[in-house]
């Protein structure tokens, strides 16, 4: 099969073009900076105005769509033109050359409104309800991707989880600074049970979504590792890996989610993320935790890396990059 990628050059993006090329595909990417990544036919375009998509459309048979704008930083017209506008572009593209199934990478907060998730399974995208122009943009984008589904055009949404692995800026990155800059704290003693996704297997979901049944199409699936931990561990496990100790500093929900909303009305103008949000603060002291058993039943999947397997090749990483 000959797949496009979208959004190859981050974390989750490589890995997901390296699962691809070991399951035998041909992989052409296509994003404005180059993936870095050997063995692939790379286009730089621009997915909101394309310029060269008659040719790396050409001959496609599966589009696995990554590309998104992530965090709070923008404004909502941005996150639109990204999100949701580019995802129906590259749409009506891929239909147009013949396409014949479209693989979008979603996420958990399509659905999340605040409350605990627990042992939850891919429930509707609800872009009126959940917070942030990031998760309403790509709960609009899921719903017309998975309204798009037909026979002759089929299409699946993926809500990979807080993904995670060796040289990762987002989650372990961050993680680590605010520890070395003993700024991490936990929330209400931190002990609400969350779900992360080693990177290796998210990207294999997607890989073996290319050739699921098409039982597994038309439908949204939430990807995991399925081994929730509760954020006091997970934060454990990530500083002891860079070789830190662990938090052990716990601040009060009420006191951390006003200083998320002060942060971000203080970060309002600014180009950079700030260091604390409210909705990272509901992340950190709510439970949020998935079942899998769908995904993995109709993709022929499982999340082979386990949490401690992951955590020793992250520790790994550290201390070869020391």
């Given amino acids: 099969m000959k797949v496009l990628v979208t959004g190859g050059r981050g974390l989750l993006g490589s890995a997901v073009i390296r699962e691809v090329q070991a399951a035998g595909h041909e992989c052409v990417v296509v994003q404005r900076n180059t993936s870095g990544v050997s063995g692939v036919q790379e286009y730089l375009d621009d997915l909101i105005a394309p310029r060269f998509s008659n040719d790396w459309m050409k001959g496609i048979g599966v589009v696995i769509h990554l590309a998104a704008k992530v965090g709070i930083v923008g404004s909502g017209a941005e996150f639109y033109e990204s999100n949701v506008r580019a995802t129906r572009l590259l749409m009506e593209t891929a239909k147009s050359h013949g396409v014949q ?11 999340h409104t605040g409350t605990p998730l627990i042992a939850a399974g891919a429930s509707v995208a609800d872009p009126g309800r959940v917070r942030g122009a990031y998760s309403q943009t790509k709960a609009q984008a899921e719903l017309d991707v998975l309204n ?3 026979p002759d055009f089929q299409t699946i949404a993926l809500r990979p989880h807080l ?4 040289g990762d800026t987002q989650l372990i990155e961050r993680v680590v600074s605010r520890a070395r800059a ?3 704290f936990l929330i209400d003693g931190g002990y609400s049970l969350i779900d992360t996704t080693f990177v290796t297997n998210a990207a294999s979901a ?4 290319i050739t699921a049944t098409e039982n597994a199409y038309g439908l949204a699936h939430m990807v995991t590792n ?4 509760t954020v006091r561990e997970t934060l454990a496990q990530i500083t002891n890996a860079a070789g830190l100790p662990a938090p052990t500093r716990s601040v009060p929900f009420r006191a ?7 942060a971000e009305v203080l970060w309002k103008n600014r180009k950079d993320e700030p260091p604390l949000t409210s909705f990272l603060v509901e992340q950190l002291a709510t439970a949020h935790w998935f079942d899998i058993t769908r995904t993995k039943s109709l993709l022929n999947w499982d999340p082979v890396t386990s949490l401690d397997q992951g955590f020793a090749e992250l520790a790994k990483w550290y201390s070869s990059s020391r």
């Fill in 206 to 209: 997607f890989a073996q979504a």
């Fill in 256 to 262: 951390a989610i006003a200083a998320g909303y002060a």
């Fill in 163 to 166: 993904v995670w692995g060796p």
């Fill in 148 to 150: 798009a589904h037909s």
């Fill in 101 to 111: 199934r479209f693989i979008y990478a979603s996420s958990p907060s399509v659905a």
């Fill in 182 to 184: 003993g700024k991490l």
């Fill in 226 to 229: 399925g081994q929730p931990r």
